[in-house]
């Protein structure tokens, strides 16, 4: 798969099609590296984000005005109120399987310190009628959903309540400590599939989010199966022309020969668990 953002001329001539067999042989060799490994332990036992805990930014409520989102990129904040002093030192964090974690906090005013900085990239200072200062008027300890390897779980977050805007602005008050990065490809490896989902009404059946070149014929989508792993890839071929090397994105259904139930899938390119997250247009 060759791909690329930038409109160029590529030739791909290193692509193959992967067979039947090299599928397979890849497939039991992401297996038997992910199962039982210290990224597999932590993705079913730590707390490990799927998305950007902070900046979180304004809550999900209905549109920001654009002076808003100007003033806090450049860090235009004021502070007007005190800021909670005798907040917990930890939470309980409950998992979508019953269990409890226990998780350090960080306090209002390291979480204000940390946001109110200025971006450290501004294409342009605030102008006169193009931002306003953000007035922290007060801040209370909450919970919003986070999309973790375990599933989504309510976390402790601090709400800012800011002069003028209805919206509040979300930091999530996690301790950096206690959360475990995303596992990350290795050098060389092209990821395969993007993101997945399952079909309604079809247990067996996987749609999988993939990118492929201008140049790329689809043949089809695979996977290979053990009682805890699901490794899927795309089957494609590049046709041996110069064509605009061009990252498009397009979906596709693989069978499964048993429903996924609570297996993990994982990409055949990386390795790496592929998020239950399929854009649909």
């Given at each position: 798969?060759?791909?690329?953002?930038?409109?160029?001329?590529?030739?791909?001539?290193?692509?193959?099609?992967?067979?039947?067999?090299?599928?397979?042989?890849?497939?039991?060799?992401?297996?038997?590296?992910w199962h039982g490994s210290a990224a597999d332990r932590a993705w079913r036992e730590r707390f490990v984000s799927l998305e950007v805990m902070n900046p979180q930014g304004w809550a999900r409520v209905g549109p920001i005005p654009a002076w808003v989102n100007r003033s806090a990129h450049n860090g235009a904040w004021?502070?007007?109120?005190?800021?909670?002093?005798?907040?917990?030192?930890?939470?309980?964090?409950?998992?979508?399987?019953?269990?409890?974690?226990?998780?350090?906090?960080?306090?209002?005013?390291?979480?204000?310190?940390?946001?109110?900085?200025?971006?450290?990239?501004?294409?342009?200072?605030?102008?006169?009628?193009?931002?306003?200062?953000?007035?922290?008027?007060?801040?209370?300890?909450?919970?919003?959903?986070?999309?973790?390897?375990?599933?989504?779980?309510?976390?402790?977050?601090?709400?800012?309540?800011?002069?003028?805007?209805?919206?509040?602005?979300?930091?999530?008050?996690?301790?950096?400590?206690?959360?475990?990065?995303?596992?990350?490809?290795?050098?060389?490896?092209?990821?395969?599939?993007?993101?997945?989902?399952?079909?309604?009404?079809?247990?067996?059946?996987?749609?999988?989010?993939?990118?492929?070149?201008?140049?790329?014929?689809?043949?089809?989508?695979?996977?290979?199966?053990?009682?805890?792993?699901?490794?899927?890839?795309?089957?494609?071929?590049?046709?041996?022309?110069?064509?605009?090397?061009?990252?498009?994105?397009?979906?596709?259904?693989?069978?499964?020969?048993?429903?996924?139930?609570?297996?993990?899938?994982?990409?055949?390119?990386?390795?790496?668990?592929?998020?239950?997250?399929?854009?649909?247009?």
């Open positions: 798969m060759c791909l690329s953002l930038v409109l160029l001329l590529s030739s791909c001539s290193w692509f193959h099609r992967v067979s039947p067999e090299e599928f397979e042989g890849r497939a039991r060799e992401v297996v038997a590296r004021q502070l007007a109120t005190t800021l909670p002093a005798d907040s917990p030192a930890r939470a309980d964090v409950h998992w979508p399987d019953g269990s409890v974690s226990q998780v350090p906090l960080v306090t209002a005013a390291s979480a204000y310190t940390e946001f109110s900085t200025p971006a450290g990239f501004i294409e342009e200072e605030c102008p006169a009628k193009g931002c306003r200062p953000l007035r922290v008027t007060g801040a209370e300890l909450d919970e919003v959903p986070l999309e973790t390897s375990r599933g989504t779980v309510q976390v402790p977050a601090w709400l800012f309540t800011v002069r003028g805007v209805k919206q509040k602005y979300v930091h999530v008050a996690v301790a950096p400590s206690s959360v475990t990065a995303r596992p990350e490809r290795a050098h060389g490896e092209i990821e395969e599939v993007m993101a997945f989902d399952q079909v309604a009404g079809k247990p067996d059946e996987l749609l999988l989010q993939y990118g492929y070149g201008a140049c790329d014929s689809i043949h089809g989508a695979r996977a290979y199966e053990t009682d805890q792993l699901v490794v899927v890839d795309v089957d494609e071929e590049y046709s041996g022309e110069m064509c605009p090397a061009i990252l498009k994105t397009a979906t596709i259904t693989v069978t499964l020969v048993r429903p996924l139930g609570d297996r993990l899938v994982l990409d055949s390119g990386t390795g790496l668990p592929v998020v239950r997250e399929v854009k649909r247009r």
